[in-house]
């Protein structure tokens, strides 16, 4: 062995280290699961309300907590951050470890402490971005989904179909949860822009066994948003239909 090759094996030795014990430091659970929220100019007040009081109800049902216990680790971690520009994405509630009712209860308690924010655009694109680089903080999981709601299109931000591409590569697997709004847009009327649900069916969920939660409107999230999550840490995930409709 060379002088060059013992020298580039002693500068690489830190490196090797700590990439190792990252992995053996991180903690095995069933699923990584991150929640990307949708907090563009489309999403008023009391619409953004609705979508947190379903986040916080969801992890305070009993089914969704008897869900979780049921995996073979019996444990998920997850994250939620809400996003809007290509550039705006913020962290509520870190990764945590769920493994039962208190630590579910106390995601739920965060969620409805959490500030509530409104931004501008809709950059899906940064979302996804944002969430595929989330994974393996802390935490292992036997599978890694993110699951994404909003209101709209894409319209900020790189092509949706360059982070998808680059999320599925990643072995991520992409959910969708697509809120009908009671007002469409002039641009969803005039045929410009196509159906949300068209939309997120095609353009972004992806990846085994993905599918697509339809909320018709609102006041259909929190329903929409429980049965999504607790097909999403299901052990074994029925092959369900590809879209889903729940309706207020």
């Given at each position: 062995?060379?002088?060059?090759?013992?020298?580039a094996?002693?500068l690489?030795?830190?490196?090797l280290?700590?990439?190792?014990?990252?992995?053996?430091?991180?903690?095995?659970?069933?699923?990584?699961?991150?929640?990307?929220?949708?907090?563009?100019?489309?999403?008023?007040?009391?619409?953004?309300?609705?979508?947190?009081?379903?986040?916080?109800?969801?992890?305070?049902?009993?089914?969704?907590?008897?869900?979780?216990?049921?995996?073979?680790?019996?444990?998920?971690?997850?994250?939620?951050?809400?996003?809007?520009?290509?550039?705006?994405?913020?962290?509520l509630?870190?990764?945590?470890?769920?493994?039962g009712?208190?630590s579910?209860?106390?995601?739920?308690?965060?969620?409805?402490a959490?500030?509530?924010?409104?931004?501008?655009?809709t950059?899906?694109?940064?979302?996804?971005?944002?969430?595929?680089?989330?994974?393996?903080?802390?935490?292992?999981?036997?599978?890694?989904?993110?699951?994404?709601?909003?209101?709209?299109v894409?319209?900020?931000?790189?092509?949706?179909?360059?982070?998808?591409?680059?999320?599925?590569?990643?072995?991520?697997?992409?959910?969708?949860?697509?809120v009908?709004?009671?007002?469409?847009?002039?641009?969803s009327?005039?045929?410009?822009?196509?159906?949300?649900d068209?939309?997120?069916?095609?353009?972004?969920?992806?990846?085994?066994?993905?599918?697509?939660?339809?909320?018709?409107?609102?006041?259909?999230?929190?329903?929409?948003?429980?049965?999504?999550?607790?097909?999403e840490?299901?052990?074994?995930?029925?092959?369900?239909?590809?879209?889903?409709?729940?309706?207020?």
């Amino acid at each position: 062995m060379n002088r060059r090759t013992i020298l580039a094996a002693t500068l690489a030795a830190p490196a090797l280290l700590a990439a190792r014990h990252a992995r053996a430091a991180a903690e095995p659970v069933d699923v990584e699961l991150v929640l990307a929220v949708d907090v563009s100019r489309s999403v008023d007040a009391e619409e953004q309300e609705l979508q947190f009081r379903g986040y916080e109800a969801a992890f305070r049902d009993s089914r969704l907590i008897e869900g979780i216990a049921g995996g073979p680790i019996g444990c998920i971690a997850c994250t939620l951050f809400t996003w809007s520009d290509w550039h705006v994405q913020t962290t509520l509630v870190p990764w945590t470890r769920l493994d039962g009712a208190r630590s579910c209860h106390g995601f739920a308690d965060a969620l409805a402490a959490a500030p509530r924010q409104t931004h501008l655009y809709t950059s899906i694109s940064g979302a996804i971005d944002h969430a595929a680089g989330r994974f393996g903080e802390r935490f292992e999981g036997m599978r890694r989904v993110v699951d994404i709601s909003g209101d709209g299109v894409n319209n900020s931000g790189r092509p949706v179909a360059e982070a998808r591409q680059d999320a599925l590569g990643r072995g991520i697997v992409l959910n969708g949860l697509a809120v009908l709004d009671r007002t469409p847009s002039q641009l969803s009327l005039a045929g410009i822009v196509p159906p949300l649900d068209d939309y997120y069916r095609e353009e972004v969920i992806g990846g085994p066994g993905s599918f697509l939660v339809v909320a018709e409107g609102f006041t259909a999230f929190e329903s929409a948003v429980r049965r999504k999550i607790i097909r999403e840490i299901a052990l074994a995930p029925s092959p369900g239909p590809l879209v889903e409709r729940v309706f207020a």
